[in-house]
């Protein structure tokens, strides 16, 4: 199986670390980015990292992973709770997809905690900070290494 993985991130995201650090911590995309490459290569990951805060982006590396990415980690922001088309695009990728989210949505306002996307991914990680990015590649390895 292929050791590509895809790490997308949606609208806003761009922000972390300027802003609202009660509820996303101190750590910029950046910084995220960064401790993702470093992990991906223990894994023997081959990453894809990317930020967008346009939708049809989003959408367009969801099909460029299409057929060629063994695993997809997303944390689709405010898309998680409003986006039928992404979840659309996530049903037709045929690996393992893992929802991340920073915070925990499901101890904040009633809208976020309904995600469109939790009907497709196969693991949700909420609540663990910036180490979420981690759990998620980490699972999305023992995937890979479980299908052979
Ligand atoms: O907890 C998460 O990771 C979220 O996906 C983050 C989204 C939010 O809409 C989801 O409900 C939960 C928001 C991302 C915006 O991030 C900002 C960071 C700094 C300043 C402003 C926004």
């Given at each position: 199986m292929s050791r590509l993985v895809y790490v997308l991130n949606g609208p806003n995201l761009n922000l972390l670390g300027q802003r609202e650090p009660h509820l996303y911590?101190?750590?910029t995309l950046a910084d995220i980015q960064r401790a993702c490459a470093a992990l991906a290569g223990e894994l023997k990951l081959d990453l894809r990292f990317h930020q967008s805060n346009r939708e049809y982006e989003l959408i367009d590396w969801i099909h460029e992973a299409?057929?060629?990415?063994g695993g997809l980690a997303i944390n689709?922001?405010?898309?998680?709770?409003?986006?039928i088309a992404l979840l659309d695009a996530l049903n037709a990728f045929e690996g393992p997809v893992i929802e991340v989210h920073i915070s925990n949505i499901h101890k904040?306002?009633?809208?976020?905690?309904?995600?469109?996307v939790s009907k497709r991914a196969d693991g949700v990680i909420a609540g663990?900070?910036?180490q979420g990015y981690e759990l998620a590649l980490r699972r999305l390895a023992r995937l890979i290494d479980d299908k052979g």
């Open positions: 911590g101190a750590q299409r057929g060629k990415a689709p922001a405010a898309l998680t709770h409003t986006s904040r306002e009633e809208f976020r905690q309904k995600s469109f663990c900070g910036a």
